[in-house]
């Protein structure tokens, strides 16, 4: 009997070692918002010598990059055409004007790109402090600086005095902010706002951004630290302002996308304005080192709830510095970091998102490891013409067999992975048998890894129509002939209706 006993013990041992454990996503075939794209900001710091090095966008932006980013946000500098009386960041007695952006803004329009401007501070007469200074200083008195009400009139005239001088230098912009956090008072440049303050302000005075002029410009909300909803939300429920805004925008410093972010869209949503995701940084406080691999998988998995929570784009903070994509040159960062303008890991991981996620739309899913109470592993899943792009993200130290189940059969399969801290191992291609077309498969999920899963849907005439959009009515995207969404459609690009057809289209 003990024997037997000791034999049965060995065997459930055995199962438990050796069986591998499952995680399941189940993809519906409800479409949700199309994803505008990727992308970090050009601006002083870590970003210096400002304006004179492109390299860092050469090496981010565009189908020729190994990253593929397509937005890039910008300062407007609270000057006039190019007007240097207004100090730079943390050296008040340096001056700084629009030409800083301007170098890599060229690059990344060349690419197709979209580039987007935001205000720390409007022109600093404009203010109650006198000053483009946020106010929160012993020099300053600690008076906070606002934007005078004598003085509302003149703002949006200001920001087409921006986009006059980017056109004459040769890049159109796409978009205005209002704001960079409006809640957030500081001791280097800023501008404080309340709810109502934005509101008043875009209500009463953004019919004055000139729109006609510079076709296609879109209007930005303000962009609080925590993406507080309050602000979004003032603008969206009243419709003098709600139709002058395009974009609801917001940080998450402090707050998780699911919570301040996630509510914020939800009236978004419903007027149908897009959501960016337009500063955040992850372990920008590591000290010396360089983001384990650890970190660098908490980083996809943020981007990939804000994604879950509403986003449209996503836009990361300083493209060069020792937490971002590429290296500073800083040898006390690390071997990596040694030499200056070299993709580092987090470039990578972006990577599979702007590569693949840019121009699809986001799939209703769940999964088997609930996203809000057990994020250890995260997916979601897209729609990208003929495929379906399944992403999982395994922070645990195990193996896992991943049960993908669909809404339509696929016929073929490539797998897209990132495992480890080194680039050369990052984004590793291999393909993914399929006997048969079939709506489940099981396939590998090793541990510790960022996995894209690209499958081509069989008879893509009619199984995307199985797709319906769950809204009623049918809205029209363009994208170029590589996938990227236009903001304003010309020439040959593809045509998607929400419905679920595309066809190309010559618009002039």
Sequence with gaps: MRKIFTFILALVAATTVYSKARVTITVTNNRLQTITGFGAASCFGAMEPYGNDTQPVRLLYGDESAIGLNIMRMEISPNFEGDVKVPEWGNWDSPYDWNGSLPSAKIVKQRGGIVFGTPWSPPGEYKT????????????????????????????????????????????????????????????????????????????????????????????????????PNYSNKLLNDPVARNQVDIIAGHIYGHPPLVNLKNAAKLAKQYGKEVWMTEHSVSDNIGERLPNWQEQLEFAEEVNECIQAGCTGYIYWYMRAHWAFVSTGESKYGEKNRVKNRLLPRAYVLSHFAKNVTGSTL???????????????????????????????????????????????????????????????????????????????????????????IFKIQNEETAIKELKQNDAAVTKTYYDLQGRRLLKPRGLCIEHSSDGTSRKVYIQ
């Design 129 to 228: 402090n006198g000053t483009a200074q946020g106010g929160k200083s012993d020099s300053q008195g600690n008076q906070e600086g606002r934007l005078r009400t004598d003085c509302y009139d003149k703002f949006f005239p200001w920001l087409n005095t921006f986009l006059k001088w980017m056109h004459s230098k040769g890049v159109d912009v796409d978009a205005v902010s209002v704001q960079n956090e409006p809640d957030w008072w500081v001791d280097y440049s800023g501008c404080l706002y309340t709810p109502d303050e934005q509101l008043n302000l875009v209500k009463n005075y953004a019919h004055m951004l000139d729109r006609e002029t510079y076709k296609g410009v879109r209007l930005i909300s303000a962009e609080p630290l925590g993406f507080d």
């Design 363 to 453: 799939l209703e899913s769940t999964c088997s490891f609930d996203l809000v109470t057990n994020a250890a592993i995260e997916t979601s899943a897209f729609i990208k013409g003929d495929s379906l792009i399944i992403m999982a993200i395994n922070t645990l130290e195990s193996d896992r067999d991943f049960i993908i189940k669909l809404p339509v059969s696929v016929e073929s399969g490539e797998l897209l992975l990132s495992v480890g801290n080194e680039t050369e191992e990052l984004c590793q291609k291999s393909s993914i048998e399929i006997a048969e077309p079939t709506q489940r498969l099981t396939v590998d999920l090793p541990a510790q890894c960022l996995a894209t899963y």
